[in-house]
């Protein structure tokens, strides 16, 4: 793996977590607290859909229904933004990837250019909460209770083996995301912060919050 297109000292982090767990929320934070930039893949996708673009068009329907978008479509639209970021101190990566295999395809592509993650942050929330405050949210088509457990049993499915990926990859924290806002953006900044100074980024930590 050649590191010669990263920028020097980037910050690259990914956000695991169920829909509703809180990686928007959080992941806005530790892009301001760290000066980078934050990706949202979903946020990318409903701006297609907003503005009827061809990609939009492609996506509604699998979006509204909770569905996974094809991994090939992902790439594609998060190749540039995540480029542009490392160049400008990095990036904390919300909604991607979702399944082992975008991981392994990211890992193939950002690991040769040097801009592949360093730290995935977990957010683990229990079930009923996450229901809790996506229909307080109602964020559109896919916050109907039917579509919120829909998407949750596919985050169990396809994206909660991600943290065994990057448990034997890269450094993971593990974060209790049950709690007010701030508490849960404060341990994880902390841990960053405590893992952006460890020699080796491919070391998986696992720091259990406190309940
Ligand atoms: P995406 O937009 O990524 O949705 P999601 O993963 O379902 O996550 P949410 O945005 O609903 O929740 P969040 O964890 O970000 O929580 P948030 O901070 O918003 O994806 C949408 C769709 O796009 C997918 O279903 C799929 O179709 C497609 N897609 C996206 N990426 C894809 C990919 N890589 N591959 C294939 N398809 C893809 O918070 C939620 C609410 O809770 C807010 O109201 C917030 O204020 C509140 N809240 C947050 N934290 C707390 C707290 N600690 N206490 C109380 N309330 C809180």
Do not use: C
């Not at 990263?6 to 934070?29: E, F, N, W």
């Not at 673009?53 to 991994?71: H, Y």
């Not at 592949?116 to 109602?138: D, K, M, S, T, Y």
Request: cysteine-free; proline content about 5%.
């Amino acid at each position: 793996m050649t590191m010669q297109s990263a920028a020097p000292r980037s910050k690259r982090i990914l956000m695991v977590g169920a829909p509703g767990s809180g990686k928007g929320t959080q992941a806005d934070s530790i892009a301001k607290q760290f000066g980078i930039t934050h990706i949202a893949s979903g946020d990318l996708l409903r701006r297609h859909i907003a503005d009827g673009t061809a990609i939009g068009k492609t996506v509604e329907d699998i979006v509204n229904k909770g569905e996974l978008v094809p991994d090939a479509l992902i790439m594609d639209m998060l190749r540039k933004p995540v480029m542009a970021a490392n160049e400008t101190g990095g990036y904390v990566l919300d909604g991607f990837p979702r399944t082992v295999e975008q991981a392994e395809a990211a890992y193939r592509t950002a690991g040769t250019l040097g801009v592949g993650v360093q730290i995935a942050v977990h957010l683990e929330v229990p079930e009923e909460e996450l229901i809790r405050r996506l229909l307080a949210r109602a964020r559109g088509a896919d916050d109907t209770e039917d579509v919120i457990r829909h998407r949750i049993k596919v985050y169990e499915e396809k994206t909660r083996p991600l943290l065994e990926y990057y448990a034997s990859r890269e450094t993971l924290i593990q974060v209790n995301g049950a709690r007010p806002i701030s508490e849960v953006t404060w341990s994880i900044v902390v841990q960053l912060q405590r893992a952006f100074k460890k020699p080796s980024p491919r070391q998986a930590t696992t720091e259990r919050a406190v309940a």
